[in-house]
């Protein structure tokens, strides 16, 4: 498990809350913590609905983390 630290930052930078993000994707509180903390991955078009929305480079987001395929299945392929 890795916490993806640029992710919180960039969240906190653009002044969004957890549970804001998390309305504008359509997912609760719990999914971007989970983000955040590497309990979870975000699925690879998520990956990049999040990088639109806070305005950074996916790959300053996601590098070297693994993105999930859809939301429930297991990991597949990476960034």
């Known amino acids: ?9 960039a969240r906190k930078n653009k002044g969004l809350t957890q549970e804001e ?5 359509g997912y609760s509180k719990a999914t971007v913590s989970n983000w955040e903390n590497g309990y979870s991955n975000p699925s690879l078009s998520d990956a990049f609905k999040i990088s639109r929305i806070l305005n950074k480079d996916i790959n300053k987001l996601f ?3 693994y993105v999930q395929d859809s939301h429930t299945k ?3 392929e990476s960034i």
């Open 1 to 9: 498990m890795r916490k993806n630290e640029a992710l919180a930052g």
């Open 21 to 25: 993000l998390a309305s504008l994707l």
């Open 63 to 65: 590098s070297g983390l």
């Open 74 to 76: 297991s990991v597949k």
